[in-house]
């Protein structure tokens, strides 16, 4: 299985990418700048990032995309900067080496049908201008808090129906968000009802990973807060479930669960490696 976690750049990504290493982690997703705004950083010089991840034998790499855009604005202002931003980071993940840039699909401006039509038609728009640069997106599944988009597979089917051909679009699956946004996911049944969901809404082919997380909130709330597994509302059997699917599948699995270092995740890695 291809294992991983998101850990944090703060002493530097050669300090990650080496701390992933040692713990026998194959996968690794970070940000390339702060996720809610500010300068963004440096990059190591080209090819440097490279050889760090071919002799820490990571792959794939993931990067996550700032949260402080939303990709879905109607607002021109709002939209222009999502666009020139989102752009710009497909330009750092290639100079960083990274296999996908992972991006949620962001908020409508409005209530109702019309509003959700309306901003899945733009983030189909910004997709297509972040593709005039090389690379693949990963979009999530979200939680559906407030006004967020891609909380049911009906949405991200109308988002790939706007796309047409793109292929360079896939999907990144979290069972947090799934579960916030009305999944249960405590037994075996609920993983193969939650699977065929996705496979129905935009094809099983189109996942590229899965952030395996519990959450603290209850099926259907809404409400997005991370948990360590078995913690939440993630059950024993759907864990046990979802880790034969990762396998089978060879999906690459990323903890996003509290604490941004390898230590703070030493208990879900243990978790996980008695369930193997």
Same mark, same amino acid.
């Given at each position: 299985?291809k $294992?991983?976690?998101?850990l944090s750049?703060t002493r530097?990504?050669k300090?990650?990418?080496?701390?992933?290493s040692?713990r026998?982690? +194959? /996968?690794?997703?970070v940000f390339?700048?702060s996720?809610?705004?500010?300068q +963004?950083?440096?990059?190591?010089k080209?090819?440097?990032v490279?050889? %760090?991840?071919e002799? !820490?034998?990571i792959r794939p790499?993931?990067v996550?995309?700032?949260?402080?855009?939303?990709?879905a !604005?109607?607002d021109?202002t709002m939209?222009?900067?999502?666009r020139?931003?989102?752009?710009?980071?497909?330009v750092r993940v290639?100079? $960083?080496?990274?296999?996908? =840039?992972v991006l949620h699909?962001g908020?409508?401006q409005?209530i109702g049908?019309?509003?959700?039509?309306?901003g899945?038609e733009?983030?189909?728009?910004?997709l297509r201008?972040m593709l005039?640069?090389?690379?693949?997106?990963l979009?999530?599944?979200?939680a559906?808090q407030?006004?967020? $988009?891609? +909380?049911?597979?009906d949405?991200?089917? *109308? $988002?790939f129906?706007?796309l047409?051909?793109?292929?360079r679009?896939?999907?990144?699956?979290d069972?947090?968000h799934?579960m916030a946004?009305?999944?249960?996911l405590?037994t075996? *049944?609920? /993983?193969?009802r939650?699977?065929g969901a996705?496979?129905?809404?935009?094809? =099983?082919n189109?996942?590229?990973? /899965?952030?395996?997380?519990?959450?603290?909130y209850? /099926?259907g709330?809404?409400r997005?807060?991370?948990a360590?597994?078995l913690?939440g509302h993630?059950?024993?059997p759907?864990?046990?479930?979802?880790?034969r699917?990762v396998?089978?599948r060879?999906w690459?699995l990323?903890?996003?669960?509290p604490?941004s270092?390898?230590?703070?995740r *030493?208990h879900?890695? %243990?978790?996980? *490696?008695?369930?193997?």
């Open positions: 299985m $294992l991983g976690a998101q750049t530097g990504l300090t990650a990418i080496m701390e992933a040692e026998g982690l +194959s /996968v690794l997703q390339s700048r996720p809610v705004g500010g +963004s950083k440096e990059l190591p080209t090819g440097t490279s050889a %760090w991840l002799q !820490a034998h790499f993931f996550h995309a700032p949260y402080f855009v939303n990709p !604005a109607t021109p939209q222009e900067r999502a020139a931003v989102l752009a710009e980071e497909m290639k100079r $960083l080496h990274g296999d996908f =840039l699909p908020h409508c409005g049908d019309e509003a959700k039509a309306a899945l733009i983030l189909a728009g910004t201008y005039t640069r090389p690379g693949i997106i979009m999530e599944n979200t559906g407030g006004r967020e $988009l891609g +909380s049911t597979f949405e991200l089917h *109308e $988002l129906r706007h047409g051909r793109i292929r679009v896939g999907i990144l699956l069972t947090a799934a946004a009305g999944f249960p405590h075996t *049944e609920d /993983v193969t939650f699977l996705v496979e129905r809404g935009v094809g =099983l189109r996942v590229r990973g /899965v952030h395996l997380n519990d959450n603290a209850p /099926v709330s809404h997005d807060r991370h360590h597994l913690t993630l059950g024993l759907a864990l046990k479930a979802l880790l699917e396998r089978d060879s690459p990323i903890l996003e669960t604490g270092t390898v230590e703070a *030493e879900d890695l %243990w978790q996980i *490696e008695q369930l193997l």
